[in-house]
């Protein structure tokens, strides 16, 4: 009898919760569940600060949880502490740069860290298969340097039907080029192409209050109300 009520109650009690481990917080990632992965992530950490390929998943985890800045700060932290020709130093260029294009929300300080980033790597990885991608986004970073460049750019990008490249183009451009009007007019032209008329109409309300002229030039204000039909 003790016997079974023993049996019994190892059946009944609680499964201990398996130990948090890389390859959970891997499965996490894969599953988009950013913040799970993450603090994995963190825990493991904290007891071993080099673990191999860890950190570089902590980035790209904030990276996709809108903190960027934070991704560069690990980024860093895994260029400080592994050797130079590393697959986690090569891979934490490679990130670094990646995020520079695609973030709106970046410290200008990292901005420039970014492209730094992108140009040692092809330096110290001269034969990668990431190459052409590379000097791809290397052109564009310096594109969004220019805001007619960079505009016309997004516009080729509507024209083409990807208002979603557009819209990313716009935004960097935007956090920092605020009074490039056309940017603002065209970045509209994407919104509604990606069926979003309110944000078309905050976008030429921003013509509006900077430049009416260039706004009553490209009769916004009819646009606006098409807009508010949509």
């Given at each position: 009898?003790?016997?079974l009520?023993?049996?019994?109650?190892?059946?009944?009690?609680?499964?201990p919760?398996?130990?948090?481990?890389?390859?959970?917080?891997?499965?996490?990632?894969?599953?988009?569940?950013?913040?799970?992965?993450?603090?994995?992530?963190?825990?493991?950490?904290?007891?071993?600060?080099?673990l191999?390929?860890?950190?570089?998943?902590?980035?790209?985890?904030?990276?996709?949880?809108?903190?960027?800045?934070?991704?560069?700060?690990?980024?860093?932290?895994?260029?400080?502490?592994?050797?130079?020709?590393?697959?986690?130093?090569?891979?934490?260029?490679?990130?670094?740069?990646?995020?520079?294009?695609?973030?709106?929300?970046?410290?200008?300080?990292?901005?420039?860290?970014?492209?730094q980033?992108w140009?040692?790597?092809?330096?110290?990885?001269p034969?990668?298969?990431?190459?052409?991608?590379?000097?791809?986004?290397?052109?564009?970073i310096?594109?969004?340097?220019?805001?007619?460049k960079?505009?016309?750019?997004?516009?080729?990008?509507?024209?083409?039907?990807?208002?979603?490249?557009?819209?990313?183009?716009?935004?960097?451009?935007?956090s920092?080029?605020?009074?490039?009007?056309?940017?603002?007019?065209?970045?509209?032209?994407?919104?509604?192409m990606?069926?979003?008329?309110?944000?078309?109409?905050?976008?030429?309300?921003?013509?509006?209050?900077?430049?009416?002229?260039?706004?009553?030039?490209?009769k916004?204000?009819?646009?606006?109300?098409?807009?508010?039909?949509?």
């Open positions: 009898m003790k016997i009520w023993l049996l019994l109650f190892l059946a009944c009690s609680p499964k919760e398996p130990k948090p481990s890389y390859a959970m917080a891997e499965q996490l990632f894969e599953q988009q569940k950013f913040i799970e992965a993450s603090k994995i992530l963190s825990f493991l950490l904290d007891d071993q600060p080099t191999p390929g860890a950190r570089n998943l902590l980035a790209r985890c904030f990276f996709f949880l809108g903190n960027p800045n934070r991704s560069f700060e690990e980024l860093e932290f895994v260029l400080q502490s592994s050797e130079p020709l590393s697959e986690a130093s090569l891979d934490a260029l490679f990130l670094m740069g990646a995020i520079s294009l695609e973030s709106a929300s970046l410290r200008s300080s990292n901005d420039i860290k970014g492209e980033a140009k040692l790597y092809l330096k110290v990885s034969h990668t298969d990431l190459k052409a991608k590379v000097q791809s986004g290397l052109a564009e310096q594109m969004l340097k220019n805001p007619k960079a505009t016309d750019l997004a516009r080729s990008y509507i024209q083409n039907s990807n208002p979603s490249k557009a819209l990313l183009i716009f935004a960097r451009l935007l920092k080029h605020p009074h490039y009007v056309p940017a603002w007019h065209y970045q509209g032209m994407a919104y509604v990606n069926q979003d008329p309110q944000n078309a109409i905050r976008s030429w309300k921003q013509v509006l209050q900077r430049d009416p002229a260039y706004a009553r030039r490209f916004l204000h009819e646009r606006m109300r098409i807009a508010e039909n949509l």
